[in-house]
């Protein structure tokens, strides 16, 4: 499979995420079920962008996707995503049970976590490739 497929399915699983999940930016917020799955999503992008780099073991890929998929979640959900919704709605956030207001932000917010895991990645396998700790972590994976 090659990378363009890969991005493929990042693009869709984001499409999935924006269409069918709620925003849990709402008024009364969502279930609890479905924080669970939003991040569950989130941590699925993250192994999928981290998946690209073929030329650093699986298990590193998948085990380095975890943490920035949390560290995604917590800058998005807490301080970025807040930050939109003010900035777009103020205080009227009932309009996001609307569906192009919920579309609309979900945009956003799955948008801006695929942005940010994308760059960390990008910043980790540079900065891996770059370095000695890289050739240790070669040494631990093989």
Known sequence: M??????????????VCIIFLPSHFQKGGVDNDF?????????????????????????????ISLPFAFFSLFITTLILGPMFVELFY?????????TKHRLFINAIY???????????TFAYFKLRSHSKIGSRIDKLMH
């Open 2 to 15: 090659n990378k363009k497929h890969r991005w493929i399915y990042i693009m869709t699983a984001l499409l």
């Open 35 to 63: 924080n669970l799955i939003i991040a569950l999503f989130i941590i699925t992008i993250s192994i999928l962008i981290f998946l690209r780099f073929e030329n650093f073991p699986w298990l590193e890929r998948v085990l």
């Open 90 to 98: 103020n205080d009227k956030t009932w309009f996001l049970w609307e």
């Open 110 to 120: 799955y948008g801006l976590n695929a942005a940010i895991l994308t760059i960390l």
